[in-house]
C-alpha cells in the first residue's frame, strides 16, 4: 500500500516537472515570436547601434519624424519610434491625430544636442547597478491611488524602479499630459542598459487603465532590451 501511494505521488511530481519545463518553454518560444527578425541599424557618434521590433510593429528612423519628442525632453536623443504599423502609417498621414501606443529608443544623457560617451572601463552590470541604486522603488499596488489623488495635476504622478537583471534596470512612470484640453494620463516603462557605451533607452508607452498596464508594457520592452544586448555586443 505504502509502496503504492509513493509511486503515484513521484508520477504526480513527474506530471508537475514536465508541467513546468512546458510552461518555461512556451514563454520563451512566445518571448522570442514578440521580435521580428530583421535588424535595422542607426549611426550615433562612431557607433553602430542595431534594433529590432516587436511582431507587428515598424520602426521609423526619420529624424524629422520624431523632432517634437526630442524637444519634449532634451536630454534624450532620440534615434527610433516604433508603433503598430497600422497605426503609425495612420498618424504619419494625418489620419490618426496620436499614437495611443508606441516605443522610443533614446539614448543619453546629452552633450550639446549629441549623446555623452560612459566611462571606457564601465560594465553593463556596473552600469546597471549605478543607474539601479539610484532609483526609488515603485509600489504598483498604490499607483490607482496615485492616480486618483493627483491625475489632474500635469506632471510625473509616480515613478520609480519595478525590474532588475544583471545587465538592464527597468523603470515605471505615470506621466499626466494636457491633450489639447483634456488630461490625459499614460504609463510608461522604460528599460536601460549600456550599448556602446552608451546610455540605451527602450521607453513603451500606453494609455493608462490600471497597475496591469505596467506588466503589459514591461512584457513588451524586456524581449527588446534582451535582443538590442544580445545584437549589440562590445568590442
Known sequence: MTRAVRSRNWKTVGIALLIAAFCI??????????IIGGIETVNVGGATI???ALTGYCNELDRDFFSPL?????????????????????FKTGTASR??????WSLGPTDSGTPTKLPADI????????????????DLAEIA???????????????????REVDAVYEAAVLSGDNGGTV??????????????????????????????????LASVKPLMHAALSDNTDN
Open 123 to 138: 560594465t553593463r552590470s556596473g552600469f546597471a547597478n549605478d543607474t539601479a541604486e539610484a532609483q526609488k522603488k515603485i
Open 50 to 52: 542595431a534594433i529590432r
Open 99 to 104: 499614437l495611443q501606443k508606441y516605443m522610443v
Open 145 to 163: 491611488s496615485e492616480v486618483a489623488k493627483n491625475g489632474s495635476k500635469i506632471g510625473i504622478i509616480d515613478e520609480g524602479l519595478i525590474d
Open 184 to 217: 490625459k494620463i499614460v504609463a510608461c516603462v522604460t528599460g536601460i542598459a549600456e550599448i556602446h557605451h552608451l546610455g540605451l533607452w527602450i521607453t513603451a508607452y500606453d494609455d493608462f487603465r490600471s497597475s496591469a498596464s505596467f506588466s503589459e508594457l
Open 25 to 34: 518553454f512556451s514563454y520563451r518560444w512566445y518571448a522570442s515570436r514578440r
Open 70 to 90: 526630442e524637444r519634449s525632453d532634451p536630454s534624450r536623443y532620440v534615434i527610433a519610434v516604433s508603433a503598430p504599423c497600422r497605426n503609425l502609417t495612420a
